[in-house]
């Protein structure tokens, strides 16, 4: 009775804090709705913006209604429109899943190397992403059929494997692989833009022309895939960058039409994007590629030659080979150093030191959240020796200053929101833009970085960039983007601002091309930057006083950022295949130069008619009123916007001693309900076992989850659980069980993670304990469970890697039962520390270790802990890698080791991954193949008998599988040997081969 009241009164003490964990639920959600598009979002002060977030959208979606057939059995799902502030850089994001939804990112978007050209950031998104929403969710009768027989467009969920068939039976077109869908909304992009967008950018032009200058490989359709999404610098952005090309070269050779006809869903499509592929072109995909291979070693050779027949300017190499993405460098004129951010494939991140006289790199410090082509923006104060930098670059920024007298970061400050930082060394502040809600503003931080200083904000919409300041402190430059592309230099008079006088100087204006990296000359009487006027980004420089532009380099591959270090010395970045170079050049007027011919044009050239009419509007959009939807903005609310989502058959697993395996089948049905944001969702299963040897109370099953924000509420009758089918390890449990869950996780410093929660739960009528299968429950009924833990992780990997490759990982468990009127509760701690090996690319090294303890009585099951095996099921859902985890024993059966209290410690040796290339077929193909070697020692010890020492060692292979682009999978084959103390109930020695293959 004493127990029950304290279990009692530990469910009450939960309710009365149930207030201090909902405080992530008191945001306020708000929401415009109309015909066409429900439009989501959090922060009343940006209703102003939603007119003409509208007005965007509908131009996007009127745009592709005009080119895709709309077939009489197609009609658009208005989509969910999610306009969010969480990250300093624009991008948008699209799933049709199970309902369509657009995420928009307002922040302006990274202007870094002008990668990605483009006019006003909304109208260029709605036009990107509503692509993807055509590609996607357009259907045909077949997949009409299946959408209608589930409810919904099916989520694929890894509890529930069978949910990744259904899935791709309502959105086949969802399973294509990346470069499919980035290659053909880079390319409407391009032309609904009236010609601006990848499809024409000197970037992308610049990546092929230097792998045909280094006679290095372009990559197959597979091996883009698997390789050069992974391993490449430029890692995931190679999707953009193939895809965009090959539907170039499509339209090229083959013709607009036979383009929209590949990627269209109509009535006679081919479900799979290669059928249909081979079906429109009468060849399969493979061979085309190969064809698009030769093609562009032609096109960039005569590139090639054109720039050559004038001579190329010369520059001589700091470093001796490319550094992969690189920021901007900065110079101290005294030292001779050049200070810069780096992400290196194979290395992390890192803020890094360049001799200039010997080419010497020195890592000061490693950068926390680089971005992919601009890792970071850097600062160099030359008064104080501080190098100051961003962090946390693909969320919200914070500020990092290093000091280099002291060699270590002296200040950190978190969510600053500033970027294209400048340091007046004249002045002794720094200067910035700061970004929020899709607005910018200059702002100023004195030498300490304690007070932050608006000076001057721009509109909503327009965005700036690449920030410098004249050496004499008089003049602040930038770089502001135009509607339509334009590019414009201003220049800010430092004075005036004082003065509260606020009008920028307009430098130049280019309208057909880029104006990047513009930096003041020593003597601050020009500009020196970039740009692909000649469609190759070549160094230029202003005339502030004549604003004369001047052409510097006649480059082969592409020069960027240039800064003067002595007079008429430049320093500049040169791009090569495996990324950036830093490189000195004269500063030398060219007056010679020819431009190229880009990709885009060559496909313009052959459907000029065709593509000049994709971006004209037929008719008129209806007026937007300001009002109309100001006044219509209401608030969220999550549980009265929940809808039925769908439901679908399921086959799962339950124990059963007389079955095979000791599990039988279970058929079911799953049914969904959930909001369109996600922020709350339920899942109802129920089930039946027609061939279980269990009673007939123990043949009809159902499991409820209820997930609301950071809550979870979870009911079962006979819980139940796929992977249970293929053991050996299994969750299914008789009898019932209902608790209540509260996980929270907080991600928002880039690579540090913190999760803390806890878990109240009642079983009744069971058979093994919740947590070990093994271990049988006879003589209680009914037992409660209450858990409290929390974890704190940096964990980081370097471009290529296939894990966590360096960091640390603790933990903090506290688990209790409640059974037979009697509390057993029980302690745990976890602590992982890896490390980055020097020796060879993407090796770690990790030591992991774990110890526990029980409170309760050791003669009674509840009051002990135990250990053994790999712990992977044949098939899981879980991390492969489960011989990490604190009670795995490999060697040893599941649950064979008992322990009162344990310690055990692994070391462990992951080797580096060996990426395929080229191998396998287009709807099933092999990443990586990966190996690690690892030793265990376990101390356990229980009362009456001294401590006992286990050991283990063994070796797993994993390699990665990817079925149908999406569906990653892992197979994993492990062996370990168990050496085992005198009298040990399995033997003193004992094998394990695992087998498994994870799923999702």
């Known amino acids: 009775m004493y127990n029950q009241s304290m279990f009692k009164r530990i469910v009450l003490l939960i309710l009365i804090l149930l207030p201090m964990f909902t405080q992530g639920q008191n945001q306020t959600y ?128 890894n509890t529930q494997p069978i949910s990744a068939l259904w899935s791709y039976l309502c959105v086949p077109r969802w399973y294509a692989p990346r470069w499919y869908h980035e290659g053909i909304a880079c390319f409407m992009e391009t032309w609904l833009g009236g010609g601006l967008g990848r499809a024409l950018g000197g970037y992308d032009e610049m990546y092929f022309r230097s792998i045909i200058a280094d006679n290095e490989k372009l990559f197959s359709v597979v091996g883009l895939e698997t390789e050069g999404s992974t391993m490449d610098f430029q890692v995931g952005a190679n999707a953009y960058l193939y895809g965009t090309r090959f539907v170039n070269y499509l339209t090229k050779n083959y013709g607009y039409d036979k383009l929209i006809a590949f990627y269209n869903r109509t009535a006679d499509s081919r479900t799979f994007f290669g059928s249909q592929f081979k079906k429109i072109y009468g060849q399969s995909l493979r061979k085309v590629w190969d064809d698009w291979k030769l093609d562009e070693q032609r096109h960039q050779q005569a590139n090639l030659a054109t720039i050559r027949q004038y001579p190329v300017t010369p520059t001589t190499p700091v470093t001796p080979k490319p550094l992969g993405s690189v920021a901007p460098l900065v110079y101290d004129s005294v030292s001779n150093k050049a200070y810069t951010a780096l992400n290196t494939p194979g290395k992390l991140a890192q803020i890094a030191e360049i001799d200039m006289a010997t080419g010497e790199l020195r890592k000061l410090h490693n950068l926390n959240g680089p971005t992919l082509y601009d890792p970071a923006f850097v600062a160099l104060d030359t008064r104080h020796q501080r190098v100051i930098y961003t962090t946390n670059n693909g969320k919200w920024r914070g500020l990092e200053v290093y000091d280099l007298q002291q060699n270590r970061v002296v200040k950190r400050k978190k969510f600053q929101r ?61 770089t502001r983007q135009g509607n339509n592309g334009e590019h414009t230099l201003l220049l800010f008079n430092l004075q005036e601002f004082e003065q509260a006088i606020y009008k920028p100087v307009e430098l130049v204006t280019w309208r057909d091309a880029n104006l990047g990296q513009f930096r003041f000359s020593l003597d601050d009487q020009y500009l020196v930057g970039s740009s692909y006027y000649t469609g190759v980004s070549n160094l230029w420089q202003i005339n502030i006083a004549t604003r004369q532009m001047e052409m510097l380099t006649n480059a082969s591959i592409g020069m960027f950022a240039p800064i003067e270090i002595q007079p008429g010395r430049l320093l500049a970045l040169q791009f090569e295949r495996d990324g950036m170079r830093p490189v000195t ?162 991600n928002l410093i880039a690579p540090y993670t913190r999760e803390w929660g806890f878990s109240v739960d009642a079983y009744g009528d069971m058979d093994a304990l919740p947590m070990y299968q093994e271990i049988a429950v006879n003589d209680v009924k009914s037992l409660q469970t209450a858990a409290l833990y929390g974890k704190v992780s940096k964990l980081r990997k370097s471009l290529g890697g296939v894990m966590d490759e360096q960091g640390y990982q603790l933990s903090i468990n506290g688990y209790g039962y409640l059974a037979g009127g009697t509390f057993y509760p029980s302690i745990e701690g976890t602590g992982d520390f890896g490390t980055l090996l020097p020796f060879d690319r993407n090796t770690s090294f990790w030591l992991r270790t774990a110890a526990g303890h029980n409170f309760g009585d050791a003669q009674s099951v509840f009051g002990n802990t135990y250990l053994g095996g ?12 489960q011989y990490r985890t604190a009670l795995a024993m490999p060697g040893a059966d599941i649950d064979a080791i008992q322990a009162h209290s344990y310690a055990k410690a692994t070391a462990e040796l992951n080797l580096r991954p060996i990426r395929m290339n ?28 001294k401590h006992q020492m286990y050991y283990s060692t063994g070796i797993q292979l994993s390699t990665e599988l990817v079925f149908v682009n999406y569906l990653k999978t892992t197979l994993s084959v492990g062996f370990g040997h168990l050496f085992a103390p005198e009298g040990f109930a399995g033997g003193r020695h004992g094998n394990e081969l695992m087998i498994s293959l994870k799923l999702l």
Not at 870 to 881: E, G, L, P, Q, Y
Not at 929 to 944: E, R, V
Request: charged share 20%; aromatic share 14%; net charge negative.
């Open 30 to 157: 708000f929401q415009y709705r109309t015909d066409e598009a429900t439009l989501v979002f959090f922060d009343k002060n940006l209703s102003r913006y939603m007119p003409h977030m509208m007005r965007n959208f509908q131009l996007g979606k009127a745009l592709h209604q005009q080119i895709w057939t709309t077939d009489s059995v197609y009609q658009p799902e208005p989509p969910l429109l999610l306009l969010t502030d969480w990250e300093d850089d624009g991008n948008g994001g699209v799933t049709p899943l199970p309902r369509s939804l657009i995420q928009i990112g307002m922040a302006p978007f990274n202007m870094s190397y002008y990668v990605a050209p483009s006019g006003e950031r909304y109208r260029q998104l709605f036009k990107h992403e509503y692509t993807h929403t055509v590609m996607t969710d357009k259907y045909n009768l077949r997949d009409k059929h299946w959408r209608s027989l589930f409810g919904t467009k099916v989520c694929t969920d």
């Open 418 to 478: 500033i970027n294209n930082i400048v340091y007046d060394n004249t002045h002794d502040c720094l200067y910035g833009l700061l970004s929020n809600a899709g607005t910018q503003t200059v702002v100023r931080l004195d030498s300490d970085l304690e007070n932050t200083e608006p000076i001057y904000a721009f509109p909503f919409g327009v965005s700036v960039f690449d920030v410098d300041v004249s050496h004499d402190g008089t003049w602040l430059s930038m």
């Open 585 to 746: 050049l004269d500063r030398q007027v060219v007056t010679d130069a020819n431009a190229i011919k880009l990709y885009g044009q060559a496909a313009y050239e052959q459907n000029r008619e065709a593509l000049e009419q994709v971006g004209l509007l037929h008719d008129s959009l209806p007026r937007i009123e300001f009002g109309d939807v100001y006044n219509h903005i209401t608030p969220y609310h999550v549980l009265k916007e929940m809808r039925f989502a769908g439901a679908y058959p399921t086959i799962s697993g339950f124990t059963d001693a007389d079955s095979w395996n000791h599990v039988t089948p279970v058929l079911g049905y799953r049914l969904a309900v959930n909001d369109p944001v996600g922020l709350s969702s339920i899942r109802l299963s129920l089930g039946v076992s027609p061939w279980s040897h269990n009673p007939w109370k123990n043949r009809l099953h159902a499991d409820l989850e209820w997930q609301y924000y950071f809550w979870k509420l979870r009911a079962a009758w006979n819980h139940t659980d796929f992977y249970d089918l293929f053991g050996p390890r299994r969750t299914s449990r008789k009898g019932y069980n209902v608790g209540i869950q509260y996980d929270y996780s907080n």
């Open 870 to 881: 790999f712990r992977n099921n044949r098939v899981d859902n879980r991390d492969a890698f």
């Open 918 to 945: 080229n191998f396998g077929a287009l709807f099933c193909y092999p990443t990586w193949i990966q190996c690690s070697l690892f030793g265990t020692g376990l101390s356990a010890w229980n009362p009456g008998t």
